[in-house]
């Protein structure tokens, strides 16, 4: 992956959509009917103060509903309280990283308009030293589906404001690097001007995904759940120890699993004991009952200070 760290660094490509048409459509009238519709159906009390959403990042047919219940949140935020910049915390499918990157692109083109990249914020993170953060090249950018699939739909509820984002990828992570790289961007995560989504599926089962652990007395699909839940209780509790040593133990295919617990280093140990962590929406693709099924889970949540 090529990478620059320089104070001279200038944005390089725009991002193109090249999972329109694919995993969401790409006519622009249809996905905002799309996405109109999975808001409407997505019943969630309001917040105030909102710091970070959980979102997931499958196709929309599969897990278009559940981002609306975090994209509804954001939307009726957005309508009472203004933010300057959106961190997308996502993870790396297909290429293997052992640290995080930040988006070389100027602009992220999206069927329902472009979203502009925070340039500046992007300058400050490339200052950070120990560990340094590297730059995206175009084509590791426009691979990764789980930054893309958040576009859309942030382009459709911020649209007619000044928000710009910045995507970080959070790739392959030793424990010890979440910590880093958590602590490194505890003081932007921080600023009150900031909200960040962090894109994220939960398990994955099924013996395309090489992972099929079961419960003794109970169906599969329920085993799911409540393993899903086990990660998501600790999360809330926002303690990156609990969570790590969760997903040692159960090993339980997380995708987005780096980018949390970037995130969680980056709030565990703020002064303000006020963040709470809360999950409003849990789903799965299918309900698994025999091993020659599979699933993908998807959840949705919110931090915000109370």
């Known amino acids: 992956m090529g990478s620059s760290t320089s104070q001279s660094f200038k944005s390089a490509y725009e991002r193109s959509a090249l999972h329109a048409g694919s995993w969401y459509d790409a006519d622009p009238r249809s996905l905002r009917t799309t996405l109109d519709e999975n808001l409407a159906r997505a019943e969630v009390e309001s917040f105030d103060n909102v710091r970070a959403l959980i979102v997931p990042h499958a196709g929309y047919r599969y897990s278009g509903p559940t981002a609306a219940f975090s994209y509804k949140i954001l939307q009726q935020f957005l309508s009472r309280q203004a933010i300057r910049t959106i961190l997308v915390l996502h993870p790396a499918h297909h290429v293997y990283l052992q640290g995080c990157a930040v988006s070389g692109a100027s602009r992220l083109q999206t069927p329902l308009g472009d979203l502009v990249v925070d340039e500046d914020l992007r300058q400050q993170i490339l200052l950070v030293e120990d560990p340094a953060f590297s730059v995206m090249e175009k084509s590791v950018d426009e691979d990764e589906h789980s930054g893309e699939m958040q576009y859309p739909y942030l382009a459709h509820v911020i649209a007619g404001r000044d928000i710009k984002v910045l995507p970080i990828m959070c790739g392959s992570l030793e424990t010890v690097k979440e910590k880093l790289f958590g602590e490194n961007l505890r003081a932007i995560i921080a600023r009150p001007e900031i909200c960040t989504i ?65 995130w969680l280093n980056a709030v565990s140990a703020t002064t303000d004991s006020n963040l709470e962590v809360r999950f409003v929406n849990y789903a799965q693709s299918s309900a698994v009952t025999s091993r020659k099924e599979s699933s993908v889970s998807y959840a949705a949540a919110v931090a915000f200070v109370k």
């Open 198 to 262: 962090i894109s994220s599926d939960f398990c994955h089962w099924g013996s395309r995904f090489s992972y099929q652990p079961t419960g003794n007395s109970i169906p599969i699909h329920q085993f799911i759940e409540e393993m899903d839940r086990k990660g998501m209780d600790l999360i809330q509790l926002k303690d990156p120890g609990a969570f790590a040593s969760y997903l040692k133990e159960t090993r339980n295919t997380i995708c987005g699993q780096h980018a949390i617990a970037v």
